[in-house]
Nanobody
Framework: QVQLQESGPGLVKPSQTLSLTCSVSGGAIAADYNFWSWIRQSPGKGREWLGAVDYGGSAWYNPTLKSRTSISWDTSKNQCTLRLSSVTPEDSAVYYC?????????????WGQGTQVTVSS
């Protein structure tokens, strides 16, 4: 049973870079034809897909956030990392990682429990 666990700082100052890690257990991150996505959700804004890394290690991004987003994986640690630069309070949200066979998570996706990030000075 594959499980995902997000981790990272709960509080980030404006203009800094947010860095989150998704640790994968129960399966190799590079196995099969999986996409490992980062998604966030905040009250009033709904769910927003930030991007993903695919089974070949290539990264895909939401065009509206591409200039600030970097997603990568470390197969030796079985982890996927999100970096979001120049954050503002608008980036406050619950951040999730998810695994699916498609670029954006669908109904069969496996999700982490999410981690709350607040951007505030």
């Amino acid at each position: 049973q594959v499980q995902l666990q997000e981790s990272g700082p709960g509080l980030v100052k404006p203009s800094q870079t947010l860095s989150l890690t998704c640790s994968v257990s129960g399966g190799a991150i590079a196995a099969d034809y999986n996409f490992w996505s980062w998604i966030r959700q905040s009250p009033g804004k709904g769910r927003e897909w930030l991007g993903a890394v695919d089974y070949g290690g290539s990264a895909w991004y939401n065009p509206t956030l591409k200039s600030r987003t970097s997603i990568s994986w470390d197969t030796s640690k079985n982890q996927c990392t999100l970096r979001l630069s120049s954050v503002t309070p608008e980036d406050s949200a619950v951040y999730y990682c998810a695994r699916d066979r498609s670029l954006e998570p669908g109904t069969d996706a496996i999700w982490g429990q999410g981690t709350q990030v607040t951007v505030s000075s």
